[in-house]
């Protein structure tokens, strides 16, 4: 039986704390933080992490004429919709797409990459933020997930 | 859930449209209509990429799917465009 748990119901039965009390500070015990020979430490609890439902890409630029803003919001779901459409490229235009992307300085073999590494790879952009401010053009932009 | 209408504005200083709510809905009509010759390529497509036609479906459900909520909007000295996906 853990130690908290114990004291609580030693505490009971000598009649410090009543019934509700126990109860109250039982369910405190399983939901709040344990106690691990006298510290407390945060219950190993994995944190809800609220998950992104939108790319947004936000560029405000100054013209000549005036200021350009341009507000683009594309959700995750369609994202994942296009990493599972790079699966229906056939086999034989996996090399040619690899040697045209290699020509544009982006190293990268299609054929070595899975379905699930892709889902990993979106996973992680939820944490994206790219913020780009460009004092020359006065134009600043923003990456970010929401 | 697929896009049901689709909110369309252009702004310009010689072309003024006011928004444009677009029933994407009732494109499910000629959809209907075709399904034959959309059966058609998409039995295309699965052989052409070797994989089966229920996953071609499912992408392309993705895809339809992932529609709703994508918003672009511009703005620039004289113009607007504004595309939204509902």
């Not at chain 1, 009971?12 to 109250?24: D, S, T, V, Y």
């Not at chain 1, 296009?82 to 040619?96: D, E, K, T, W």
């Not at chain 2, 010689?14 to 059966?39: A, G, K, N, Q, Y």
Request: hydrophobic fraction near 50%.
């Amino acid at each position: 039986m853990n130690e908290n748990r114990r004291q609580i119901l030693e505490m009971l039965a000598a009649g410090k704390i009543n019934a509700a009390e126990a109860e109250r500070l039982l369910a405190a015990l399983e939901d709040g933080p344990v106690a691990n020979n006298g510290v407390f430490a945060e219950k190993a609890q994995p944190k809800t992490k609220s998950k992104a439902k939108y790319l947004r890409v936000l560029v405000e630029a100054a013209d000549k004429g005036g200021p350009t803003t341009v507000n683009v919001r594309v959700p995750m779901q369609l994202l994942y919709a296009g990493v599972r459409l790079a699966a229906l490229i056939p086999p034989q235009a996996h090399a040619q797409l690899d040697q045209a992307l290699s020509s544009h300085g982006v190293p990268l073999t299609l054929s070595q990459i899975k379905p699930e590494n892709l889902e990993e790879l979106i996973d992680h952009l939820e944490d994206l933020t790219v913020d780009v401010d460009a004092k020359q053009d006065n134009t600043k932009v923003r990456v970010f997930c929401e | 859930m697929t896009p049901n209408f689709a909110v369309v504005g252009v702004d310009t200083p010689d072309f003024h449209m006011p928004r444009l709510w677009l029933p994407v809905f009732l494109l499910w009509i000629p959809v209907i209509l075709l399904s034959p010759v959309i059966f058609l390529v998409l039995v295309t497509m699965a052989i052409f990429t070797r994989t089966t036609i229920w996953r071609i479906i499912a992408i392309c459900w993705g895809i339809l799917s992932g529609l709703t909520g994508t918003h672009v909007q511009v703005n620039t000295c004289d113009a607007r465009i504004l595309v939204r996906i509902l």
